[in-house]
């Protein structure tokens, strides 16, 4: 007889609330909940994987060690004991820094991983700490720091009561929303029509979302801080300041008044590709809204301006007032607070990295100096790698650089349930129990939620016998790492979830949660300012002096060549999620998706056709990939997406081979980053193309 367990899908931001009717011990169907406080009842087809997950051959269930070219499976003790030899020894000859560390993004999708894995790095005591945050959105992160004290203080669109929104490079039709946890994100978008309120677009590509905007305008990629720029001049010159109820703890605004006298609308247009009157007619429609709010993601994250972009988004909001309101940007007030004991600090470049010199931000390197610090000899030389839930070398720039400096480590170890393109040069892997075998509570992504709630999942299956979950890998190398004597005390991360319930805002408990399998709904976001602020002296600031110097960079960026003319941006599918669901089959089937978008009028030029195969070359690389001509990519932009490679030699991913394609972070450049956080520049990667 069949069983329903509700749960939520923790397979990217959304947290969607699902249904699964099972029976002894096999998944038969996964739905929508639609009693789910959150979502809806909505889903994505991610959702689906979770069966797939559970059930792949490929999936490692028991540690696995590298001998020449096999793997053999390993107790979980001889594992232990060799990790904890190799790396001491190591730290012992080398110093600590010879360790290095990578999480992927998986890690923040598992709070198992998220609460535990920091006793890790604290062991290990190095300095070399990396992870995908640099490699997608440490921008959000530094603007949220500099103007309003953490870099978890992080605004997120009232999506659900605003009356204008204007999006830059975010496309959440297919991402679910992004650092904006919105499931049913198509619904809250169209009710933002139906009572009579506008969506506007900007993005290099006409994506998915543009069905639902009401306008959608080309962009010129890596140009957005100079339309951010004339937004702001636009909104001084019309008398559209008003931050309201925030004048009482805003500084900065006559600084950036006069910073973006120079900025014109004008004076963008040619750099933009948007005429002066569109940019001027945003603007103003942006300040008259009765709501309105700014909103950037990874178009603008992953360029050389990213962090002066996020700064100008921000700034958009708080000068027309449409900052910590309803229908414009606001704080969360998660039931779990990562914040709630956070104090303002320095956290940036308290360290470079030894070959780039490229600074440390929030304890982590930028993953752009990764290859190069294990490649480069010298005192400081990574020469251990360990990586959680990561696959750097499809994820990360210039991969191939990567690839070329993992063959050269002494000792790497994984914790991953895959042999992947980065973990088959691991010297061990350890897998944990993982998706339906494991408890959920979404630590990270309530933060970042437009709306307040809250959720536990417990497991639907048990672990497989002598499994460990990703929490008792974490403290077992913690604690042999440290060197302890006393037998080591396992502690679920409930009892962390429970403490943190208990002494929040909500004086909730996990066992409430239990009781509420569809999700508590704690209701929309309040205004909370300047309490909320975690500044010194509890006021925003608009005009940080780090991102004012940076504005410097502007006038001094580099213009393209002739040998490399086309620019060459990524791109998400509904169905794909970075690189690690390529190995469901009912996510990859279907016609091929991993190709080249090429604007008609360029094609025609080029003498491309649909299907041919095209020759892509940037500084770093070459790969040849299955041209797509479309009127939906702007001329001179060509797109590719990301996540996709899988045909290297020695990866166990049966059915990802089957759909291999090719990685986008072939072609993207180490050496292209935002200089002054070093967060990768993956849009406007310059390319030339040929027939082949």
Aim: charged letters at 25%; proline letters at 5%; one cysteine or more.
């Amino acid at each position: 007889m069949s069983e329903i367990h509700y749960r939520s899908c923790n397979l990217c931001e959304a947290i969607c609330g699902i249904e699964i009717k099972h029976a002894d011990g096999v998944v038969l169907s996964i739905a929508g909940d639609k009693n789910d406080s959150f979502s809806r009842g909505h889903i994505c087809p991610k959702a689906l994987a979770l069966k797939d997950i559970y059930e792949d051959l490929n999936r490692l269930k028991s540690p696995v060690k590298r001998i020449g070219d096999e793997w053999r499976e390993i107790s979980w003790e001889a594992a232990f004991d060799e990790i904890e030899t190799r790396i001491k020894d190591v730290q012992t000859r080398f110093g600590r820094n010879a360790v290095a560390i990578f999480q992927g993004n998986p890690s923040v999708h598992n709070f198992g991983t998220l609460l535990n894995s920091g006793d890790l790095l604290k062991a290990l005591k190095t300095q070399n700490n990396f992870s995908a945050t640099s490699v997608d959105q440490l921008p959000h992160h530094f603007a949220a720091w500099t103007m309003f004290g953490h870099p978890l203080l992080m605004p997120i669109p009232d999506v659900d009561r605003t009356d204008y929104f204007l999006i830059l490079g975010a496309n959440p039709l297919a991402s679910n929303g992004s650092l904006m946890t919105a499931p049913d994100i198509i619904n809250r978008l169209e009710n933002i029509k139906k009572r009579g309120g506008k969506i506007v677009l900007i993005d290099p590509r006409r994506t998915e979302t543009a069905r639902v905007a009401s306008e959608h305008f080309f962009i010129k990629p890596s140009s957005d801080v100079f339309l951010l720029l004339a937004i702001v001049n636009t909104l001084f010159a019309e008398n559209l300041i008003n931050p309201e109820q925030l004048n009482d703890f805003t500084d900065g605004v006559e600084t950036l008044r006069e910073i973006s006298n120079e900025f014109t609308p004008e004076t963008a247009e040619n750099l933009t590709g948007i005429s002066a009157v569109e940019i001027r007619r945003i603007a103003i429609e942006f300040g008259a809204a009765k709501s309105a709010v700014c909103y950037g993601r990874m178009g603008v994250s992953v360029q050389k301006f990213g962090s002066l972009c996020h700064w100008l988004i921000n700034s958009i909001n708080i000068l027309t007032g449409n900052f910590d309101r309803a229908g414009g940007a606001m704080f969360t007030a998660p039931a779990f607070d990562l914040l709630a004991t956070a104090k303002s600090a320095n956290i940036f470049n308290r360290w470079q990295s030894r070959v780039r010199k490229l600074p440390e931000f929030m304890g982590e390197l930028p993953v752009a100096a990764l290859s190069e610090e294990i490649a480069t000899d010298g005192k400081g030389q990574i020469k251990v790698l360990m990586t959680s839930c990561g696959n750097p070398v499809l994820s990360t720039p210039n991969g191939g650089a990567l690839e070329k400096a993992l063959e050269t480590l002494e000792f790497m170890v994984s914790i991953d349930i895959y042999i992947n393109e980065t973990t088959k040069y691991a010297d061990i892997i350890l897998p944990p129990a993982t998706g339906l075998e494991t408890s959920h509570y979404d630590v990270i992504f309530n933060l970042f939620a437009v709306r307040n709630q809250a959720k536990y999942s417990a497991p639907l299956f048990p672990k497989q016998e002598n499994a460990k979950y990703d929490w008792e890998i974490f403290q077992e190398l913690s604690h042999r790492l440290n060197g302890k004597d006393a037998p080591l005390n396992l502690v679920p991360p409930e009892v962390k979830l429970d403490f943190g319930l208990k002494f929040g805002r909500y004086q909730m408990s996990l066992e409430e949660l239990r009781k509420n399998p569809h999700g508590v709904d704690l209701g929309e976001l309040q205004p909370c300012l300047p309490e909320r602020l975690l500044t010194e002296d509890k006021r925003i600031n608009l005009a940080p002096a780090l991102l004012v110097k940076d504005l410097e960079r502007l006038k001094v960026e580099a213009k393209e060549t002739d040998e490399f003319p086309f620019a060459l941006i990524g791109r998400r599918h509904l169905r794909d999620n970075n690189s690690w669901l390529h190995n469901s089959e009912i996510l990859v089937k279907g016609k091929n998706r991993c190709t080249i978008l090429v604007n008609r009028m360029d094609a025609e030029n080029l003498g491309f056709e649909n299907g041919g195969v095209v020759k892509v070359t940037s500084r770093v690389g070459a790969v040849e990939i299955p041209c797509e001509i479309s009127d939906k990519i702007m001329r001179g932009v060509v797109s590719i997406p990301h996540g996709y490679g899988h045909a290297r030699q020695g990866v166990r991913l049966d059915v990802a081979r089957n759909h291999a394609g090719v990685s986008l972070n072939d072609l993207t450049d180490e050496r292209v980053i935002d200089e002054l956080t070093g967060n990768a520049a993956f849009s406007n990667v310059r390319v030339r193309l040929e027939l082949m």
